[in-house]
């Protein structure tokens, strides 16, 4: 079946502007997940969403960045006033319950911001 | 101290050969663990979850040390493919879904 899709798989921006970045989670899973990836490192969570609510949103760096989960399915990444240090691949993942952390997650193949 | 740490690497081992990865993390209430293989410029893959009784899944063996906080991952007969950074991965906190992920060990099989 389809996994996690993330658009675009590839992002050029200048510093200052404003991006977006979607993920479409397997169908049918209820908990969403945003990680940063920065080169060399492990991915770091950043929010977390069961079904439209942010349960958590610890993990959000500052208030340039924000997600959302409108109809519960497909999430939108955003940061506004992109710097330098933004630059990352942010990876998606998706689970089919929250559980107590141990339902898998399965991760989709990224968006690679470049901030200029 | 970091949450999750890894040994460094990179690890470089002919074919054939068996390799160990150690991780140690913070928090004692973790409740879950696992490893992750990612490829380069490729996403994390659930290679194994972790339990305190060990398992194995064909050549390759985990094991959990609560009591030490010490995870590992054993391959034995190493291939070509499995080439790839590993990830020792713990749920940060009891009932959480927040994954935290060590830097990873990178490894490759030589021919």
């Known amino acids: 079946g389809a996994g996690v899709s993330q658009t675009p798989s590839n992002k050029v921006t200048e510093k200052g502007k404003y991006v977006e970045l979607r993920c479409d989670p397997i169908s049918g899973h209820t908990a969403l997940y945003w990680y940063r990836q920065s080169l060399g490192q492990g991915p770091e969570f950043l929010i977390y969403?069961?079904?439209?609510?942010?349960?958590?949103d610890s993990g959000l760096p500052n208030d340039r960045f924000f997600a959302v989960r409108p109809e519960g399915s497909v999430s939108t990444l955003k940061i506004q006033r992109t710097e330098r240090g933004d630059s990352a691949v942010y990876l998606c993942?998706?689970?089919?319950?929250?559980?107590?952390?141990?339902?898998?997650?399965?991760f989709g193949p990224g968006t690679r911001l470049t901030v200029l | 101290r970091k949450e999750v740490e890894q040994d460094p690497g990179p690890f470089n081992v002919p074919e054939g050969a068996t390799v160990a990865f150690n991780c140690t993390y913070s928090?004692?209430?973790?409740?879950?663990f696992f490893w992750y293989r990612q490829d380069c410029r490729k996403e994390p893959k659930l290679l194994m979850s972790v339990y305190s009784s060990g398992n194995e899944d064909g050549r390759f063996t985990a094991q959990l040390n609560r009591a030490s906080q010490y995870i590992s991952l054993l391959i034995r007969d190493s291939k070509l493919s499995d080439s790839a950074t590993y990830l020792c991965v713990v749920n940060s906190k009891a009932g959480s879904y927040q994954l935290t992920f060590g830097k990873g060990t990178k490894l490759s099989v030589i021919p």
């Open positions: 993942a998706s689970s089919l319950s929250v559980g107590q952390g141990t339902d898998t997650q399965y």
């Open positions: 928090n004692s209430a973790s409740q879950s």
């Open positions: 969403f069961q079904g439209t609510g942010a349960a958590d």
